[in-house]
């Protein structure tokens, strides 16, 4: 008799054993020669030592298509026990990533498709344009393939505390409760992408971490991909700091809506800025989404219109109003 030891590394065991362990108990009926039990991470199998091989072999084909689609299916666990080729559910080869539940995140209009060409192809890739756009879930989302493979160590994944147009006061807690307000965002885009104890153990190891702007000074990022959202909010200062963070072998995707610039009107946007600074400088990469390309409920489209609308006749009645000022200015004269 021969025993193994199979660790299950790079998928939730909730996921992988199934509900009331049920992918378990079908992987011992697949298996009626061995005596198969499992605990948390690990599998023991005692058995034949060509059953027990055999049995480890399929067992990391399983993990590997687990870790690959967030999903197991009684289906699935069969035929690569019997050494067929399973099929996704859902047929998206075109996915960045599959999520929770196995749900393909894929690009949903051409300029999420040329985010994903530009970050393919740069080092640092700005994505601008209005709310609803997908811009950030698509950064998140091509950051969490890397790390699945193993093309980048960890995420980081920031956003300036800035508030939009009101003041919060004081919020009770230590630092990290005063921070997540601002970057619940972020939190929710990678619970639709990992699962709930992949990534509360990535959170804990720092391979995944969310942080303020103001936490970047002084860091150099290596072996990472690195997320700016809401960059429409940082100071010039801090715009700066922060691309100088860029380590070796690591990428940047910055996100930001120049239309919803939270700052003090006395002070320039970073991202402005930069994007007037770095024109024309190789190994940068931009996609500028529009209104078109917005993914949420259809009246998204549609407020962004209206608010566009309404900005234009306020700009041409200022304009009027400034040259009937200059008119009357010159007769007085």
């Known amino acids: 008799m021969n025993e193994r030891t199979i660790i299950i590394e790079n998928v939730d065991p909730v996921a992988f054993y199934g509900i009331n362990n049920s992918h378990l108990q079908l992987l011992k009926s697949l298996y009626p020669k061995l005596r198969i039990a499992a605990r948390g991470q690990v599998i023991k199998a005692l058995g034949s030592p060509d059953d027990t091989a055999d049995f480890e072999e399929k067992i990391k084909k399983l993990e590997a298509w687990c870790e690959r689609y967030n999903k197991l299916t009684d289906e699935v666990i069969i035929d690569i026990v019997k050494g067929s080729a399973p099929q996704p559910e859902n047929n998206a080869d075109h996915a960045i990533i599959y999520g929770v539940n196995g749900k393909p995140i894929s690009a949903r209009n051409q300029n999420q498709q040329k985010l994903i060409k530009e970050?393919?192809?740069?080092?640092?890739?700005?994505?601008?344009?209005?709310?609803?756009?997908?811009?950030?879930?698509?950064?998140?989302?091509?950051?969490?393939?890397?790390?699945?493979?193993?093309?980048?160590?960890?995420?980081?994944?920031?956003?300036?505390?800035v508030e939009a147009g009101e003041k919060l006061g004081f919020l009770p807690g230590d630092m990290k409760d005063k921070i997540d307000p601002y970057l619940q965002p972020l939190y929710d885009a990678l619970e639709d992408m990992l699962p709930a104890a992949k990534l509360k153990e990535y959170m804990e190891t720092g391979v995944i971490r969310i942080a303020p702007l103001a936490f970047m000074r002084g860091r150099t990022l290596n072996d990472a991909i690195i997320v700016l959202d809401e960059a429409q909010n940082t100071t010039r200062h801090q715009i700066k700091m922060f691309l100088t963070r860029l380590g070796m072998n690591a990428k940047m995707i910055i996100t930001g809506d120049v239309t919803q610039i939270d700052l003090p009107r006395s002070v320039q946007s970073g991202l402005i800025h930069a994007l007037s600074v770095l024109r024309g400088v190789r190994g940068i990469g931009k996609v500028e989404f529009d209104k078109k390309d917005i993914v949420r409920h259809p009246l998204v489209q549609r407020i962004v219109e209206a608010y566009e609308r309404e900005h234009e006749e306020y700009s041409e009645a200022s304009d009027t109003t400034a040259d009937n000022s200059n008119d009357n200015s010159a007769e007085t004269e």
């Open 119 to 161: 970050f393919q192809e740069n080092d640092l890739t700005f994505a601008l344009g209005p709310a609803g756009t997908g811009k950030t879930y698509i950064a998140i989302a091509l950051a969490v393939r890397a790390l699945k493979n193993r093309e980048a160590r960890r995420i980081i994944l920031s956003r300036p505390a």
